[in-house]
């Protein structure tokens, strides 16, 4: 197995592995080592006799040997040895997918606890639950990669001595618990959806593992709104990503798009996800009211046939439950699809004095085409120019600087 295809194995069965072993050895830096060490056997194993059949399984297996292994030599105590080694086999042989989902929920609620900084959480759970390197990671935040080690040391460390117990939290105190992991899966697929440095305009694979993790969740708790909206956001928003990027890998804005090229699939499964929560109690809630906006770009044909006034009103509505410079800035986008491009300008222009916008890309990006539109070419090719100084995406800088090139025609709508 050559190099690429072991690191691709790794991301997807890392994650896994470190479940289950949580589960047996209970602690998560020998959990970690214990994973390593697997693919570290099966690398030189796999070289010499060819991989097997079902890798996965081959891995799980190794890891388990390994685990009880580990205790043994750990635990002098041969009875406790005696019943972890002679239990082991049963619950791998039991309902595997069943307990491996709830091995890996146990594993994000713990990544996601409270007890750790936004930022903690976010890059212990692209590291353990999304199978990231730490340099991936560090990627992902911008961040020097030192830094995003410190982090994840200090959250493992924090949630050790706090003896933070590796399970699902009990029903009653899921809901307090809700709000964190919802965030960071939402943030995992942001990053893959518009990724923030490189050279690809988004990242399939982080994508993939967001719609994962919302499904596991969603399943879960079938009957939160908001767990069933993040599932619809991701479902419909993910449904596009075919159709942005061209031949040449270049970006295509979602007004530009190929509507063909959408994930009718994924479009079906967010519109009845939709429908869900519509009989549970309607759009009340952040990712809920998101879905709906999301719903509204898939369900048009055409761009031109995108209902921008609904699409207007539901941001209204966000901003007043989760007010903040983005929202708004999506706000001032619907609005000029709907009203005008001075009616948005009137929205963005506010935002440039937000401490925190000043320096971010797509404030300069949407205020470029309003001015585009609204005739003022010069002033808008220089926020073009701004916008394509502040993105740390290679894709959105080459888009920016080709529409500073020519600011007579295209959109700078949500992409």
């Not at 966000?318 to 009616?343: C, K, W, Y």
């Amino acid at each position: 197995m050559d190099d690429d295809r072991m690191a691709a194995l790794w991301r997807v069965e890392s994650p896994r592995l470190i479940a289950r072993l949580m589960r047996l050895v209970g602690d998560l830096d020998t959990a970690e080592e214990l994973a390593q060490e697997v693919f570290v056997t099966a690398i030189e194993k796999w070289r010499a006799e060819g991989v097997p059949d079902n890798p996965a399984a081959w891995l799980t297996t190794t890891a388990r040997h390994l685990a009880i292994d580990r205790i043994r030599r750990r635990d002098t105590q041969r009875e406790k040895y005696r019943v972890v080694a002679a239990a082991q086999p049963q619950a791998v042989e039991h309902d595997a997918d069943a307990d491996l989902a709830d091995d890996l929920l146990g594993l994000i609620f713990m990544a996601c606890h409270p007890i750790l900084s936004p930022d903690a959480r976010s890059a212990l759970t692209l590291k353990l639950v999304c199978g990231l390197s730490t340099e991936d990671v560090a990627r992902a935040f911008l961040t020097p990669a030192p830094t995003i080690a410190q982090r994840i040391v200090r959250a493992k460390k924090t949630l050790a001595a706090a003896k933070v117990r590796f399970e699902l939290p009990a029903e009653p105190d899921r809901p307090a618990r809700m709000d964190a992991v919802r965030e960071v899966i939402y943030l995992v697929f942001n990053e893959g959806y518009s990724a923030t440095s490189g050279s690809r305009w988004f990242r399939g694979d982080l994508c993939a593992e967001a719609l994962r993790l919302g499904r596991m969740l969603a399943a879960l708790t079938p009957r939160d709104t908001e767990t069933l909206g993040l599932l619809a956001l991701i479902e419909l928003q993910a449904s596009r990503l075919r159709a942005r990027t061209g031949p040449g890998g270049e970006a295509i804005l979602l007004m530009d798009q190929d509507r063909t090229r959408w994930d009718r699939l994924l479009i079906r499964r967010g519109l009845a996800t939709m429908d869900r929560i519509e009989r549970l109690g309607g759009t009340v809630g952040n990712y809920a009211l998101q879905a709906a906006i999301a719903a509204c770009h898939a369900r048009a044909a055409v761009a031109a046939d995108t209902d921008w006034e609904r699409i207007t009103a539901l941001y209204d509505g966000l901003a007043r439950i989760s007010p903040s410079p983005v929202v708004e800035l999506n706000r001032a986008v619907a609005t000029a699809q709907a009203f005008g491009p001075d009616a948005g300008l009137a929205l963005v222009r506010p935002l440039r004095d937000v401490p925190g916008m000043r320096d971010y890309h797509l404030l300069y990006a949407v205020t470029g085409d309003l001015l585009c539109r609204s005739g003022d070419h010069a002033e808008a090719r220089e926020n073009f120019l701004a916008a394509a100084a502040r993105t740390g995406n290679d894709a959105e800088r080459r888009t920016m600087q080709a529409r500073a090139a020519s600011c007579a025609t295209g959109h700078i709508g949500p992409v």
